[in-house]
């Protein structure tokens, strides 16, 4: 296994254009890959690879994302923020209660260090993707909690950092 680059915190990113800015305080809580159809067709993509925060951890500190109001896969109204001017996707909110806002990896300044610990809805991935490394994959979005903080606390454990969030 390939040594683990750990990120430098704050956690800064944003738009292409530079009209949006933001800042993460904090670890994230995981990393994944989502290839449910939705994700590649809102990605332009095979998938999208996404930084769950807490919502809290999460700051603007330049421009005002717009938000474009819709309902997930799994019915719960959600939100998805981007910039008004490049549109570009920073991250996404789900009024589900959990307080957690999930970032779009490649709006990261630094990337280098990101890496999936689970892949979800690989039912609807590309037929050429090859997944390698130790990230654990999915038919679709695993529901059973035992095993979802099981895959955040080996995201963490690989990330060196406490397995608690």
Request: hydrophobic share 40%.
């Amino acid at each position: 296994m390939a040594e683990v680059k750990r990120p430098t915190l704050p956690l800064t990113g944003g738009c292409s254009c530079g009209a949006v800015r933001y800042e993460i305080a904090t670890m994230p809580i995981a990393i994944y890959a989502c290839h449910c159809t939705d994700c590649q067709r809102r990605s332009g993509s095979a998938f999208a690879l996404n930084v769950p925060v807490r919502a809290a951890s999460l700051r603007i500190v330049k421009g005002s994302p717009k938000g474009w109001h819709t309902t997930s896969l799994s019915g719960v109204a959600a939100t998805a923020w981007f910039c008004g001017d490049c549109s570009v996707r920073l991250y996404g909110e789900r009024k589900d209660g959990l307080d957690v806002l999930t970032v779009r990896a490649g709006t990261l300044d630094d990337t280098s260090w990101v890496r999936p610990a689970a892949h979800y809805y690989m039912r609807s991935a590309q037929p050429w993707e090859t997944i390698s490394g130790e990230a654990k994959c999915y038919d679709t979005f695993p529901t059973d909690v035992p095993e979802i903080h099981a895959i955040i606390a080996a995201w963490r454990t690989m990330m060196g950092v406490s397995p608690n969030y």
